[in-house]
Every structure is written in structure tokens, then in C-alpha cells.
């Protein structure tokens, strides 16, 4: 079964500047993905970035960016220039077929 | 992306009544749809997955007879909460999953949710 750990139950950031949520996680798949979402207040869960397992090359998608350490089972994001619309929970989560195992969350928030 | 929708968004229902949850995908056909729950605050908890056509298959802990799903066609996947009691209130997410075609990263669409109040 796979674990997903989120070390940091609550973040907060000023406003431009950068913050970076942690996220291990634990499976014995050599196939896999990996995802950040958002949830805020009106907790839709939105997509950030994704990164496949096979990829060595860390993703990266407007102000946000992954370290991905295949060996060390590390997933980290980093928002860059954060903004008041980035305040939300954010889960880490490991997915294989379609089926993903969800991090216990981040609350972040990014202050004026 | 794709989209999926969700309803109700919101219900209030007594104790010991049946509610039923509706999850589409609008614009593809699903492979597979799951059901969650969440607390505030805390973390996705799978409930179960469905397949359309066939039996969901329920997570451990879960109970079938109360949380009953059923996955009529590749857009739509029900989920019915049976002889709700205060402690089945919460947060119910689905999320439709195809295999490979228009979308091939193992990306899960999510609906929007729905409260679930029990009084």
C-alpha cells in the first residue's frame, strides 16, 4: 500500500514571496504519478501540477515548480511569487490506474 | 481538463432517511469513477471505486449496505446514503478517471462536492 506524508500540517508566506510545501511518500510501483492540488474555501479540488514517475526533469507550471528525488521518494512544491489566491490546502498525492492515495494536507496561508 | 459535475451540492436530511448523490462527466465517458469522503479540515478518505457495469469495489471499513453506488453508464455513478444517521454528515467528493485516450497521466477530475447535513 502506498503512504503519503505531508510534514506540515500549516505554511504561511508574505505576499511575493516563495514557500515550499514538503511531501514524501512511500510505494513499491516502479509506474507512477504524482500530483499537487489545491482545494480553497469552496474546496473543489484543483490540479497544480503533475509529474510522471519515469520523468526525471522536475515539472513546472507558471509560478509553480516541483523537486521531484525519484530515490528519496520526494515531491516538493514550491510557489513562487505567491499571491493571495494561493491561500488553500494543498495535498500531495501518489497515483497509480487512477487510484490515488492523498497526503493529510497543507494549510497555506499567504499573507498581505 | 474535464469536467464533472456534482448534485446536490448541499442537503439537509432527517435521521433515518436515504440521500442520494449524483456524479457526471459531462464531456468524456469515465472509466472509472471514485467516491471520498472528507472531514473538515482533514484529508480525502476513499470510500469506494466504480466501474461502470460492474459491483463497486469498497474500501476496508466501509460499509456497503449503507453506502450504496451504483454506476449505471460511463457519466454517471450514484451514491446513495442509506438510513442516514448525524454521523454521515460530511463532505462527498467523486472524480472521474478514463485510461489513456484524451487525458494519459492518471488524472482524476473532480466534481465539486456535496454537504451532507444529517439532523
Known amino acids: 500500500a502506498q503512504t503519503v506524508t505531508q510534514s506540515q500540517p500549516e505554511m504561511s508566506v508574505q505576499e511575493a514571496e516563495t514557500v515550499t510545501l514538503s511531501c514524501t511518500y512511500d510505494t513499491s510501483e516502479s509506474n507512477y504519478y504524482l500530483f499537487w492540488y489545491k482545494q480553497p474555501p469552496s474546496r473543489q479540488m484543483i490540479l497544480v501540477i503533475r509529474?510522471?514517475?519515469?520523468?526525471?526533469q522536475n515539472a513546472t507550471e507558471n509560478r509553480f515548480s516541483v523537486n521531484f528525488q525519484k530515490a528519496a521518494k520526494s515531491f516538493s512544491l514550491k510557489i513562487s511569487d505567491s499571491q493571495l489566491g494561493d491561500t488553500a490546502m494543498y495535498f500531495c498525492?501518489?497515483?497509480?490506474?487512477?487510484?490515488?492515495?492523498f497526503g493529510d494536507g497543507t494549510t497555506l496561508t499567504v499573507k498581505p | 481538463g474535464a469536467v464533472v459535475s456534482q448534485h446536490p451540492s448541499w442537503v439537509i436530511c432527517k435521521s433515518g432517511t436515504s440521500v442520494k448523490i449524483e456524479c457526471r462527466s459531462l464531456?468524456?465517458?469515465?472509466?472509472?469513477m471514485f467516491w471520498y469522503r472528507q472531514f473538515p479540515k482533514q484529508s480525502l478518505m476513499l470510500m469506494a471505486t466504480?466501474?461502470?457495469?460492474?459491483?463497486?469495489?469498497?474500501e476496508q471499513g466501509v460499509e456497503k449496505d449503507k453506502f450504496l453506488i451504483n454506476h449505471a453508464s460511463l457519466t454517471l455513478s450514484t451514491l446513495t446514503v442509506t438510513s442516514a444517521h448525524p454521523e454521515d454528515s460530511s463532505f462527498y467528493i467523486c472524480s472521474a478517471f478514463i485510461t489513456g485516450g484524451p487525458f494519459p497521466y492518471n488524472e482524476q477530475f473532480f466534481g465539486p462536492g456535496t454537504r451532507l447535513t444529517v439532523l
Open positions: 509529474q510522471e514517475a519515469y520523468k526525471q
Open positions: 498525492a501518489h497515483t497509480n490506474a487512477g487510484k490515488s492515495t
Open positions: 464531456d468524456f465517458q469515465a472509466t472509472t
Open positions: 466504480s466501474n461502470e457495469g460492474s459491483k463497486a469495489t469498497y
